[in-house]
């Protein structure tokens, strides 16, 4: 009795597998990956380099935006969202939209009023965030802060 119904049970899982084995095989033959966009390429002595952002789907990937501005870094979270947000809107996206954000602090100690400046920015639900110190400074020009982001359309 035991042997049938390990044998029946093996028989069913056996063609379950190689019915779900099969329709995996055909959707994978119908999948195609969705076309990449990307906005202004910066190039680096005529070499692409990174793009402003690339949209994938309905995923937009904002690359690292950061300088060094005069003032403190009041001044440069203001100049660093700014300018996300202009990708943002490049990309047909908005910070409302934005899901996850990176920040990356030259120092610690600016983390308060890094985030006066960041408060508010993305709407009244604000996206998730990671926020890490990077000692010895953050490309280009040495800059205090510097930001990216993933949002949808």
Not at 45 to 51: A, G, K, R
Not at 73 to 93: F, P, Q, R, Y
Not at 100 to 125: H, P, Q
Not at 132 to 137: E, N, S, T, Y
Request: glycine share 10%; net charge positive; charged share 25%.
């Amino acid at each position: 009795m035991k042997t049938e119904r390990r044998d029946a049970i093996r028989k069913i899982f056996a063609s379950l597998a190689g019915i779900t084995g099969i329709g995996i095989a055909a959707s994978a033959k119908t999948v195609s990956s969705p076309e990449k966009e990307t906005g202004e390429i910066t190039n680096f002595q005529d070499v692409p380099l990174f793009s402003g952002f690339t949209k994938l789907g309905n995923l937009v990937f904002v690359s690292g935006r950061g300088n060094r501005y005069e003032g403190d870094i009041k001044v440069h979270t203001d100049n660093v969202l700014k300018v996300i947000e202009g990708e943002l809107k490049k990309a047909g996206s908005s910070m409302e939209k934005v899901l996850k954000v990176n920040v990356y602090l030259n120092d610690m100690k600016d983390f308060e009023g890094m985030n006066e400046v960041y408060k508010g920015r993305f709407g009244k639900n604000p996206p998730v965030r990671t926020t890490v110190a990077v000692p010895g400074g953050l490309p280009p020009a040495d800059a205090y802060i510097q930001m990216d982001c993933i949002a949808y359309v």
